[in-house]
């Protein structure tokens, strides 16, 4: 009996004891917080990434309808100057489209930019596909331009 008595004593001087439980409550929350701050870091990155690549499609697409002769070459070269802060390792493709209607002298100017964002965190769980290769991005811009035909 007397040792059950010695086992309650402890146990009820363990429990109003609060030392280290600031200690603990860190431990076990720190980690959560650390992820959140980390989880919103990589979702910035990737705003931030899709953010350069649209504008970069949209600087080509306007540079192609202001430039009617504008080669294919120039427009993908001003879409890659435009990849600001971006790895040009990871650029996957720059295609331009700009079919010229011959009856009306029209021309409707596509410019699509891939890329593969590869993120910070070993996130390859979470991706779709293999996990490996990262996110492909694309960025889209699409204008419409007619020529003036000469003599109307």
């Known amino acids: 009996m007397a040792k059950l008595n010695h086992i309650t004593k402890l146990t009820a001087s363990l429990l109003r004891n609060s030392a ?51 080669t294919e070459t ?38 699509e930019v891939q890329y593969r964002y590869t993120p910070i965190l070993p996130l390859g769980a979470l991706l779709p596909g293999d996990g490996l290769s990262g996110i492909s991005l694309r960025g889209i811009s699409r204008g419409f331009i007619t020529e003036e035909i000469p003599g109307c």
């Open 74 to 111: 120039e427009v993908q070269a001003l879409a890659q100057a435009n990849l600001l802060g971006l790895d040009p390792d990871n650029l996957t493709a720059i295609i331009v489209t700009a079919p010229t209607d011959p009856t009306d002298q029209t021309k409707l100017v596509s410019v």
């Open 20 to 70: 280290g439980s600031t200690a603990t409550e860190f431990a076990l929350t720190f980690p959560i917080y650390l992820a959140t701050i980390l989880f919103l870091v990589e979702v910035g990155r990737i705003a931030f990434t899709q953010g350069v690549i649209i504008h970069a499609a949209q600087e080509a697409g306007r540079y192609a309808l202001v430039h009617y002769d504008a």
